[in-house]
């Protein structure tokens, strides 16, 4: 009995994501759909990280949006993720104090 309970929510949790990685192949979207679908993981993104940069310190939150903008800077310059990443904890960091 537990087998098929398992097998049961393996297959109802596996079909949902399965289907729309065989549909979206095959249909072509407008210009306009392909516009907004390409921000949405910047948006996604930006809800993830931005709570997070408000809240590096609660009391002095200047200095998580300090260290949010040094990381734009750093990642419109152009330079590797992980270098955007170590500015941005090394201004937080040195702000910290």
Known sequence: MIFYI???MALVT???RVI???IVDKLQFRDWVNRWL???PYAALGALIFPGIMSVKA?????GLIGGLVAIVLAYI???V????FGAIATV???SF
């Open 6 to 8: 398992i097998f049961g």
């Open 14 to 16: 596996m079909i949902p």
């Open 20 to 22: 729309p990685a065989f």
């Open 38 to 40: 390409n921000a949405i």
């Open 59 to 63: 009391d002095q939150p200047h200095i």
């Open 78 to 80: 152009g330079l590797n």
């Open 82 to 85: 992980i270098l955007v990443v």
């Open 93 to 95: 960091y040195l702000l």
